[in-house]
């Protein structure tokens, strides 16, 4: 079991940047992959992106080209770089990791081991 815990959340105007930290109990494993989902306020839980051990980065098309994943693993630490913020990226947003044998698919469809408690991103018009 791993533990994540996220912070870094805030409130922001549209068109602002803010990081997200997700700190982990221990350092990504060869075999391990790690990611971001978000929930909005009455909407279902959706994927940010995810990352496996080798740095190979997939997004969602909805943040693609505004959002970063990279990760320190000298501290632990997994980021969410966010840029040029919308209202709808306000939402709850989760750091998540699984490991094992395509572990990354399995992150992209929510297929988790391990949830932080989240952080709250809001974005105001």
């Known amino acids: 079991q791993v533990q994540l815990v996220e912070s870094g959340g805030g409130s922001v105007q549209a068109g602002g940047s803010l990081r997200l930290t997700c700190t982990a109990s221990?350092?990504?494993?060869?075999?391990?992959?790690m990611g971001w989902f978000r929930q909005a306020l009455g909407k279902e839980r959706e994927v940010v992106g995810v990352?496996?051990?080798?740095?190979?980065?997939t997004y969602a098309s909805a943040v693609k080209g505004r959002f970063t994943i990279s990760n320190d693993n000298s501290k632990n630490i997994l980021y969410l770089q966010m840029n040029n913020l919308t209202p709808e990226d306000s939402a709850m947003y989760y750091c998540?990791?699984?490991?094992?044998?395509?572990?990354?698919?399995?992150?992209?469809?929510?297929?988790?081991?391990?949830w932080g408690q989240g952080t709250q991103v809001t974005v105001s018009s």
């Open positions: 221990r350092g990504m494993r060869e075999r391990d992959c």
């Open positions: 990352t496996d051990n080798d740095g190979r980065l």
């Open positions: 998540v990791s699984a490991s094992g044998l395509a572990c990354k698919a399995r992150l992209w469809r929510g297929d988790a081991t391990n």
